[in-house]
């Protein structure tokens, strides 16, 4: 904390980012820039059905063409365990990843693969992928959740009974997981409110939209050494993954990160990756694999969509009596929706001492979901903000206000059992409130939402290394892929750490070989828990430097102080030396005792929990429903802006990808549960000119924990925007809308409703 | 895959009178190679008709302007006499895709790939326009309404090709307007698109109407009752009114991924009724 | 001596209800043993890769080795992971 409220030289400046130039000049070599020689090209045959048993594969005619070097089809992995197993940090059941990534008895969605063909070109592997004969028996197939939770609905996995039902059920459904939260009375609190609401809402899942689609080149030699190139938020889970799947010794895998066009979660998994190893392996050639922006919608994870029921009840004076929250979240074609994350921070936000939240983990026939920016928070999260607004409404309360009398502050205890340390909710309606944004005035059909949101925010596993080189100058490595500024922010604490000039700290992601295990860029950990270990490799540097001057100076290392960059004697008593700089230490490092180099690994705990509020103004087009953002502020308690630009831009990105998820993203099946917009033009994320300028406000309650005050930032921001959205619709024509997204054609259908 | 780059018009002619399975017309592209490189399409035999001068050229032939089928949006949209006599087509065309896409993008191809959504066919036909097509027998001349026939069918022969689009010179008291509906402010595709052109007096008394809708049918539509609905009045709330239900009338949608039946036909009145007041505006009415 | 504080459903599966328990324990190893000798069965439920321990209000994803000195309060919840 003391640390954290300190002058800083680098912290919290707009520094040039080490990775810029490369990325505006087009050197950024990003997944698919990758080549080597003798590469061969790999393609992957996926399911045209969406549900449908597998009743043969035929790969004689493929085999014999000229050109095709290797066939793999799910007979060529191993059968897994189905268990959940800790890979790294994240729990993961191998037998379902494997068959997600290639199919085995059934497919599960279209786009599901079926085989995959290496060849020389991307022609006859092209050709080859037509020559593979399936012969499928078509079963009836679900999408929908309601659907799907239906007793009559088709099963997608016989083995699959309801966990956390009593007694277990003794029939297969598609119901993987019933969990719930408790606490207080919900029906004591609901006979005490004035005035109780109770709401419906559905939401569609959404892509995480990364422009860059997945890509990897895969190499395996006849010694069993693999190396892989690919465009991943973690390289360790990369290698952790390819190593279950294929059973193969981690060590024996080299996973190199390319820079990355953009994750969000998606590049959590691994999809391609063990596809071109395994035909690798066979062809003993490496292998590139990039999938078409079809492909990514088809058959990579979306977050889920969703079914929910809300009922709040509140004191005619705003104060929430209690609230009854049921959640029916789509895992798609295997279990594991962030349904538990979902419930956990549906009312994470208030205190309320009557609630109850129950959860289901559901499957359909649909890519299995995957991380996606705060995974489950802010499907949870709309429903509730959007019901607690209307009850704003209905006892004509500003909707700031209403929060600020329920929010959790320092002390709160969250319905999923721990206490609230030091946040900073309040803190950020007070400044939405402050704010010009919200003293502004509106016009006619336009109205103004507000919504706020709640996302945990992790630590993990982390290592640094940071080699002082002879002239002063330093080497960062990290082990985690770049995605929002890390580069820059983790290279600015270690130049605040060790004194120097940031722009003399190169800064590095390193593959798999370089650095112990690192958990993924996500969760919002990479610059805090990233951050907390490049400290402890600077106090290792530091360290060493001390250890060195109390050598060339012959005083102990305790007589040696660190201030500043510049080593000292502690005192006239300690001797009477000239200070010495990182440089002036360093360049002697060979008569000392060879290279300085620092390193830290840590599993980094306290991460501080991260809340936000959001308002925006639309205008709403009442003969056709078009919505028109017209502004739209974010403000964050982000504990510390290490590069207040990079933060800025996490919560504009988070906004604007909430704004497309209110508006217009949605996935359009046919009646045979075929995707019908499997691309950016019919799959509509928000353009640029769809937006207005998004402001920002940063709130900084420090996080006791972190030496610079560091909480996570990136997710929080993609939690308000659907209910700040809506509430802005509701403002401006009188209708509160429940059905996501929020499209012209639905807005004009309540229009016509009401009139 | 044979790739071809003819000279002249009667090159283009002799290269696309052999047989060739799937032969395809290249102007700007930006519909054909994507649809190859999406894997939807393979043509056997490719002509190109950018090397054709009469093709790449807006030419003025004194009474008329002759716009070639590969001249590219771009430079329709620095054409300030095109802009002047037909502000609703040049901004029709200027709607499609991209800065990039507006490089290679033409109006001959947006009329040729016969898409019932193309963004500049309505406006083509509210403003009269035709187009010259070369073919073995020579030249003929077709109203651009009768060149689709139905979702990516035109009527324009194996054998034959769209060489220019003629637009009228700028005339007093006549102008058109295009508006089209998507739920993005760019690159999308018209869920509906309604395109009008007006001609007034000076007292602002409408004189003539074209009206025509894209995305509502499986061609554009031509909304016949628009003249004696427009005609003799100022285009005022209730004859506009009467405009938006003939529109509506006009309708004979799809349900698809873009759009309702209910929401397209809804659409197609509000739009058309906006499109005539610019449209009135630009002519000088008010 | 802590307090750890259990979910309903934890509860009533294991503890009779009981969603405060108050049980001796100085690391966080030796509180699930102690927890399980009174609440057979209940270790498997916690003591797992699928769970986070929150120490004071702040949560460990990997907690078995911390002490328990000076500590008062002890729950559970789900691993997050995050995108």
């Known amino acids: 904390m003391a640390t954290a409220l300190k002058d800083f030289k680098w912290v919290g400046t707009r520094a040039v980012r080490p990775d810029g130039v490369e990325k505006v000049t087009g050197r950024a070599k990003f997944g698919a820039d990758f080549s080597l020689p003798g590469m061969l090209i ?21 085999r014999t063409l000229n050109g095709v070097k290797a066939i793999i089809t799910g007979s060529d992995f191993n059968e897994l365990p189905s268990e959940w197993v800790p890979a790294g940090e994240v729990q993961i059941n191998f037998r379902d990843l494997s068959r997600s990534i290639m199919a085995r008895n059934k497919v599960l969605f279209e786009g599901h693969p079926v085989a995959a063909v290496a060849a020389t070109s991307e022609i006859i592997a092209r050709e080859a992928l037509a020559l593979i004969k399936v012969e499928y028996e078509i079963l009836p197939h679900v999408i929908d959740v309601e659907a799907a939770m239906s007793p009559d609905a088709p099963i997608l996995h016989e083995d699959l009974f309801t966990a956390g039902v009593e007694p277990s059920p003794k029939t297969a459904s598609n119901i993987a997981k019933r969990v719930d939260y ?38 395996a030699s006849e010694d069993g050494q693999c190396s892989i190139w690919t465009s991943t938020q973690g390289q360790y889970v990369v290698r952790a993954y390819c190593s279950e799947v294929l059973q193969l010794d981690i060590s024996s895998i080299r996973v190199t990160p390319s820079e990355i066009g953009g994750g969000f979660g998606g590049k959590t998994t691994v999809y391609l990756e063990p596809l071109a190893l395994a035909l690798s392996k066979k062809a003993f050639r490496p292998v590139k694999m990039v999938m078409s922006r079809e492909e990514v919608f088809r058959s990579s994870g979306p977050t889920s969509g969703s079914s929910m029921k809300i009922k709040i009840g509140a004191r005619s004076d705003g104060t929430i009596t209690a609230a009854d929250v049921e959640l029916k979240y789509q895992a798609g074609a295997f279990p594991g929706s962030p349904i538990m994350p979902g419930c956990m921070c549906a009312l994470a936000p208030y205190n309320i001492s009557n609630a109850k939240v129950v959860g289901y983990d559901v499957v359909v026939n649909r890519p299995k979901v995957v991380a996606y920016r705060a995974p489950g928070a802010p499907i949870s999260e709309y429903a509730v903000e959007c019901v607690i607004n209307e009850i704003a409404t209905k006892l004509n309360i500003d909707p700031l206000d209403i929060r600020e009398k329920n929010a959790a502050k320092e002390g709160t205890r969250a319905l999923y059992g721990p206490q609230f ?35 945990f925010n992790i630590g993990g596993e982390s290592c640094a290394t940071i080699n002082i080189n002879t002239d002063g100058t330093a080497e960062l490595v990290l082990g985690n892929p770049d995605i929002g500024g890390s580069r820059a922010s983790l290279a600015m604490i270690a130049a605040e750490a060790l004194g120097i000039d940031y722009n003399k700290v190169h800064p590095i992601i390193s593959d798999t070989s370089g650095l112990g295990y690192n958990f993924l860029t996500g969760g919002s950990r990479t610059t805090f828990a990233g951050g907390l270990a490049v400290n402890e490799a600077a106090e290792d540097v530091v360290r060493q430097i001390r250890e060195r001057a109390s050598k060339i100076w012959d005083i102990p290392e305790e007589a040696v102080t660190w201030e500043d960059g510049f080593v000292r004697p502690a005192g006239t008593n300690a001797g009477n030396f000239e200070p010495l700089s990182l440089a002036d230490v360093a360049g002697m490092a060979a008569k000392t005792g060879g290279p300085i180099s620092g390193h830290a690994q840590l599993n980094a705990q306290g991460a501080g929990p991260g809340f936000g509020t959001h308002i925006c103004d639309v205008e709403v087009d009442e003969e056709t429903g078009r919505v028109t953002i017209l502004r739209y502020t974010v403000v964050q308690d982000v504990g510390k802006a290490i590069h207040p630009s990079y933060v800025e831009g996490q919560m504009q990105g988070g906004a604007s990808q909430g704004i497309g998820w209110a508006l217009n993203e949605e996935y359009i099946y ?60 509701a403002d401006a024509i009188g209708v509160h809308l429940t059905d996501l997204p929020m499209s012209p054609p639905r807005i004009l259908k309540e229009l016509n409703k009401k009139q | 895959m044979i790739y071809e780059r003819p000279n002249t018009v009667s090159e283009a002619v002799e290269i696309l009178s052999k047989s060739h399975e799937k032969k395809s017309i290249l102007a700007g592209g930006t519909d054909l ?70 490089g290679r993008a033409t109006l001959g191809g947006n009329l040729c790939n016969a898409s019932p959504a193309a963004d500049s066919v309505p406006a083509m036909i509210a403003a009269d326009a035709t187009c010259i097509i070369a073919g073995p027998n020579g030249y003929r001349e077709e109203k651009i309404e009768n060149v689709v026939t139905a979702p990516g069918v035109s009527s324009i022969a194996n054998n034959e090709f769209v060489v220019s689009i003629r637009l009228a010179k700028f005339k007093t008291g006549r102008a058109d307007a295009y508006l089209r509906f998507i739920p993005r ?22 004189l003539n109407a074209k009206v025509s809708l894209g995305a509502v049918a499986p061609t554009q539509v031509v909304i016949e009752t628009a003249p004696q609905i427009l005609i003799g009045t100022r285009l005022d ?34 739009l058309t009724k906006r499109a005539a007041k610019i449209a009135f505006d630009r002519a000088g009415g008010a | ?29 030796k509180l699930f043993v102690n927890l399980n000798e009174r609440y057979p069965g209940i270790n498997k439920a916690l003591n797992h890769e699928g769970i986070s321990v929150v120490i004071d209000g702040e949560i460990f994803q990997d907690a078995l080795y911390e002490r328990l000195e000076g500590v008062s309060e002890i729950c559970f919840i789900p691993r997050i992971g995050g995108g």
């Open chain 2, 33 to 102: 190679l994507v649809q190859m490189r999406s894997g939807y399409y393979r043509p056997s035999h490719i002509v190109d008709i950018k090397n054709i001068p009469e093709a790449t050229q807006i030419r003025d032939d004194g009474d008329t302007f002759l716009v070639g089928a590969g001249v590219p949006g771009a430079q329709l949209s620095e054409h300030v006499e095109l802009i002047k006599a037909w502000p609703g087509v040049i901004e029709a065309m200027d709607l499609i895709g991209s800065t990039q896409i507006q």
């Open chain 1, 670 to 729: 046919d009646e045979e549960g075929k995707l019908q917009n499997a691309g950016f033009l019919d799959y509509r994320i928000p353009v640029a000119s769809d937006l207005p300028m998004i402001d920002t406000i940063i709130v900084e309650v420090p996080n006791p924990r972190h030496p610079y005050g560091v909480k996570g930032v990136g997710e929080v921001p993609i939690v308000p925007p659907m209910a700040a959205v809506a509430g802005a619709i």
């Open chain 2, 185 to 206: 402010t760019e690159m999308d595709i018209a869920v509906v698109g309604a395109a009008v052109c007006v001609l007034i007096d000076k007292k602002g008394i409408c």
């Open chain 1, 42 to 62: 790999g393609k992957v045959l996926r399911s045209p059905h969406a549900h449908a048993k597998i009743k043969s594969i035929n790969i004689e005619a493929a």
């Open chain 1, 182 to 219: 408790s606490s207080g009375n919900i029906d004591d609190g609901f006979k005490e409110a004035d005035v109780i609401i109770e709401k419906h809402f559905t939401t569609q899942p959404v892509h995480q939209g990364y422009i860059e689609p997945h890509a990897t080149v895969a190499s």
């Open chain 3, 1 to 29: 001596m802590v307090k750890v504080i259990l979910t309903e459903s934890l509860a009533k599966k294991y503890t009779s209800g009981e969603t405060q328990i108050t049980i001796e324990a100085n690391t966080i190893q």
């Open chain 1, 421 to 455: 340390g030091a946040i900073g909710y309040i803190e950020t309606l007070l400044a939405a409130r402050g704010s010009n944004h919200y003293k502004s005035k509106l016009h006619e059909n336009q109205g103004r939402g507000v919504a706020s949101g709640f996302w």
């Open chain 2, 237 to 270: 709330e209730e004859t506009l009114d009467k405009l938006a239900k003939a529109a509506r009338a006009s309708c004979n949608p799809i349900d698809d991924k873009r759009g309702t039946i209910e929401y397209r036909t809804s659409v197609a009145g509000v």
